[in-house]
Structure formats: C-alpha cells, structure tokens
C-alpha cells in the first residue's frame, strides 16, 4: 500500500466487490470485540459497495445499539478507513445496520412531506437540516418523485437541502 490516496475515479464492480469485503472483514472484527452477532450481507448499487449488518433470527435485538444513525455513521467512516487503507483507494461504501438506513429513509420521506406541507402553505421555500451527501441525495429523489425540485447549498458540515416547487 502507498501513502497516497488514489483520485475518486469510477471504481469498477470487483473494485467495489473487494470493499465490500474488507469492510465486512473490519465490521466482523468489531463485532467479535463486542461479542456482538450479526450477519453480513455484501452487494454493489449504484456504483458503491454495500455492507449490511443484520441481527441473527434468534436475536432479534442483538444489534439495537449499533443501529443508531449516528453509531452507524462513525461505523461507515471507520469502515471506509480500512478500505482506504487497504486498498489505497477513498471509499464511498454504504452501511446499513439492523435495517437503520430503512428507517432513516422514512424519517427523510417525512421529513421532506412537511417541508412540502410548508411549501402548500405558502412558502416560497422549505429548508431542511444539515445531512450528509447520501442523505441528501436521497432527499432529492424523494423531492423529484413528488414533482418539486431541491438543491444543496453551504459547505461541509453546514450542507443543506432546499426545497421549492417545480
């Protein structure tokens, strides 16, 4: 392995293969410190590996406390390190855990049909929080399928959506 990060090019499905499997070796790893049981699930969508983490049939609530956004959040990064370190390569992987990326797509379809709520009201405009660049993409799909339109704005941390009418 290099120093150097390679530039983000288009990675292609056995590049994307190979992080899915060195996330999952890393997340397996971190389970077993925690005397955790989960089962591992690889796939590639839209040009990202993804990596889920499912509690076992016989525990149900065996993951509850790794599903929480943010836990979930620090999980994919520290993942997206390992790749990176293994592969010299910036990783865009997705993580799901106990199904967390499931639920927060409901909080943002929620999040994004009051904004439109607001929109119906009178606004010339809805602003939602800050998220990060998945969670806003994910915001602009919900906004297209419902006929508004949305764009990003701000920097880093501070990126947010606005939404207005198409």
Known sequence: M??????????????LEREGDVAADYIEGLLD?????????????????YVSVEAPEEAPDALA?????????ALQ????????ASTGRFSRLILDVGGSR????????????RAIARLD?????ASLPAMSSYERKLVHDIV?????????YGE???????????
């Open 102 to 113: 499931d639920a927060r797509q409901s909080q943002l379809e929620q999040l994004v049909l």
């Open 33 to 49: 410190i925690a005397d955790l049981d989960g089962d591992i699930d690889l796939d590639v969508r839209g040009g990202r590996a």
């Open 65 to 73: 406390r790794l599903s929480d956004p943010e836990t979930v959040r």
């Open 2 to 15: 290099t120093d150097d990060v390679q530039p983000d090019a288009e990675a292609s499905v056995s590049e």
């Open 121 to 125: 009201e009178g606004a010339s405009q």
């Open 156 to 166: 880093g941390a501070d990126r947010h959506t606005v939404i207005r009418r198409a």
């Open 77 to 84: 990064e520290l993942s997206r390190l390992a790749v990176q």
């Open 144 to 152: 297209a399928d419902r006929g508004f339109v949305s764009e990003s």
